[in-house]
T-cell receptor
């Protein structure tokens, strides 16, 4: 079956522009996660959804970052007034149930954002 | 805050050699530990997941051990192949859903 997909795969933005990154999780997966991966680093947690509810946004680096999942499936991560330090790979992951237990998170290919 | 460290940062070996990748973490109160593989331009693929009550997990040529009390895990890859070239990430999971990742070990297997 289809895995987690993300679009666009690459995005170049000028400093100050707004960007929107899309994640299509595995169909039926309840939990959805966003991570930010800077060059040469491991992914860092940004936010977590259970269905349409955003239960944790503690990892969002500033109020310029906003995420939504209005119908409990597709999610969008929006970054307003992009800065150079926002350049990173943004990874989306989904898991079947509520994020607890032994199940794994399935990752998408990521969106590579470059802010000039 | 949980800190996860992976050593070495990069590793280059000839084909056929065994690989040993190390991961250490500062807080032993974890739920499980996972090893992931990341290929350039692609997402993360889960390789092995070890529950906190387990000592090791095996899948084919891969074996991962966990010593929770000392905050260490080791991933062994037997008889390495060029197709094993990738970045390997270790992630620990506390009692919630947030994974804490190391920076990874980039492996090159020379044919």
């Amino acid at each position: 079956g289809a895995g987690v997909s993300q679009s666009p795969r690459y995005k170049v933005a000028k400093r100050g522009q707004d960007v929107a990154l899309r994640c299509d999780p595995i169909s039926g997966h309840v939990s959805l996660f966003w991570y930010q991966q800077a060059l040469g680093q491991g992914p860092e947690f940004l936010t977590y959804f259970q269905n349409e509810a955003q239960l944790d946004k503690s990892g969002l680096p500033s109020d310029r970052f906003f995420a939504e999942r209005p119908e409990g499936s597709v999610s969008t991560l929006k970054i307003q007034r992009t800065q150079q330090e926002d350049s990173a790979v943004y990874l989306c992951a989904s898991s079947r149930t509520s994020g607890g237990g032994i199940e794994t998170q399935y990752f998408g290919p990521g969106t590579r954002l470059l802010v000039l | 805050k949980q800190e996860v460290t992976q050593i070495p940062a990069a590793l280059s070996v000839p084909e056929g050699e065994n690989l040993v990748l190390n991961c250490s973490f500062t807080d032993s109160a974890i739920y499980n530990l996972q090893w992931f593989r990341q290929d350039p331009g692609k997402g993360l693929t889960s390789l092995l997941l070890i529950q906190s009550s387990q000592r090791e997990q095996t899948s084919g040529r891969l074996n991962a051990s966990l010593d929770k009390s000392s905050g260490r895990s080791t991933l062994y890859i037997a008889a390495s192949q060029p197709g094993d070239s990738a970045t390997y990430l270790c992630a620990v999971r506390p009692r919630d859903y947030k994974l804490s990742f190391g920076a990874g070990t980039t492996v090159t297997v020379r044919a």
